[in-house]
């Protein structure tokens, strides 16, 4: 069972628009959500990360919305750049029983020059 | 400070057969987590240990197992391989802070084929 659904699977975006990646999860306890990038050959790296108390959280061009009520965080990333070309994947974890990290089943964005 | 290291980065290996693989987590993490990353799957969580204890598992069979040393240092082996082992490993270390925000560093993983 998919316990975080993570939409679209790819996305082809032209430079400077807007890329958004949607992730949905089932269980309330979750209480922290990152969005990690993995370039090929690369292990995954920590992008951005929000805490359900907060409904948005920002850092220069990606933002995380958390709808709680819906069960649902998206990453936006404006003006998307070439450099930006890389599987994204959402997460969710309960902090209090440790580092065992849901994933959703990642997203390959493109960016066309 | 250097990051999070897998041992071996490849590895080919036939049905039947078991492997071993290594991961050096950062200096001072003392919570060391694997994956096994597939395209159709994704990253699938298999178990993290902390202070050379198991703490959570997932949902896989008895063939994979692992374990922890005082270094921190974790390996993880897998029993009687199957085809459908075949996957990039990958291992994740954390600074663990109880009621913190626990950042998962990632190593670049082992790449295992099973044929």
């Known amino acids: 069972q998919q316990q975080v659904k993570q939409s679209p699977q790819s996305l082809i975006v032209q430079k400077g628009g807007i890329s958004i990646i949607n992730c949905a999860y089932e269980?309330?306890?979750?209480?922290?959500f990152p969005w990690y990038q993995q370039f090929p050959g690369k292990g995954p790296a920590l992008l951005i990360a929000?805490?359900?108390?907060?409904s948005e959280k920002k850092e220069g061009r990606f933002t995380i919305s958390f709808n709680k009520s819906a069960k649902q965080f998206s990453l936006h990333i404006m003006d998307s750049q070439p450099g930006d070309s890389a599987t994204y994947f959402c997460?969710?974890?309960?902090?209090?029983?440790?580092?065992?990290?849901?994933f959703g089943t990642g997203t390959s964005l493109t960016v066309i020059p | 400070k250097a990051g999070v290291t897998q041992t071996p980065r490849y590895l080919i290996k036939t049905r039947g057969q078991q492997v071993t693989l290594s991961c050096s987590p950062i200096?001072?993490?003392?919570?060391v987590s694997w994956y096994q990353q597939t395209p159709g799957q994704g990253l699938q969580f298999l178990f993290e240990y902390f202070s050379e204890t198991q703490r959570n598992k997932g949902n896989f069979p008895g063939r994979f197992s692992g374990r922890q040393f005082s270094n921190s240092r974790s390996e993880m082996n897998v029993s009687t391989l199957e085809l459908g082992d075949s996957a990039l490993y990958l291992c994740?270390?954390?600074?663990?802070?109880?009621?913190?925000?626990?950042?998962?560093?990632f190593g670049p993983g082992t790449r295992l084929t099973v044929l």
């Open positions: 269980n309330t306890a979750f209480d922290y």
């Open positions: 200096s001072g993490h003392r919570s």
């Open positions: 994740a270390s954390s600074l663990w802070v109880a009621g913190g925000y626990n950042e998962q560093f």
């Open positions: 997460a969710a974890s309960k902090r209090a029983t440790g580092n065992q990290f849901y």
């Open positions: 929000i805490r359900p108390d907060v």
